[in-house]
């Protein structure tokens, strides 16, 4: 049975940082592609980075480019997002998915059940 688990979520100032985690079972890491999106109150959902399953292809969106940096850990089968420079625009619930036949992740078949991030002061 194919899961997903976020997990890292909180309340964080603007300026600070929070790791968030993507556990993944019943595939391994090498076989889909993960990726992270967000969605804010009232707006469209937002792919904000992947990483393809031979962990050689990584993307992110412009809103996060040099704040955000996901990562994987083939051994725990988990998949991160460190977030630095949180600022309150960043408050969304956070959503990692997998999708088998894309390195972007743009049809994923799986996702979490999602993480709330508040960035506020």
């Known amino acids: 049975q194919v899961q997903l688990v976020e997990s890292g979520g909180g309340l964080v100032q603007p300026g600070g940082s929070l790791k968030l985690s993507c556990a993944v079972a019943g595939f391994t890491l090498d076989q889909y592609a993960v990726g992270w999106f967000r969605q804010a109150p009232g707006k469209e959902r937002e792919g904000i980075s992947c990483i393809s399953g031979a962990f050689d292809k990584i993307y992110y969106a412009d809103s996060v480019k040099g704040r955000f940096t996901i990562s994987a850990d083939k051994v725990k089968n988990t998949v991160y997002l460190q977030m630095n420079s949180l600022k309150p625009e960043d408050t969304a619930v956070y959503y990692c998915?997998?999708?088998?036949?894309?390195?972007?992740?743009?049809?994923?078949?799986?996702w979490g059940q999602g993480t709330q991030v508040t960035v506020s002061s």
């Open positions: 998915a997998a999708d088998r036949y894309t390195d972007t992740v743009n049809r994923p078949q799986y």
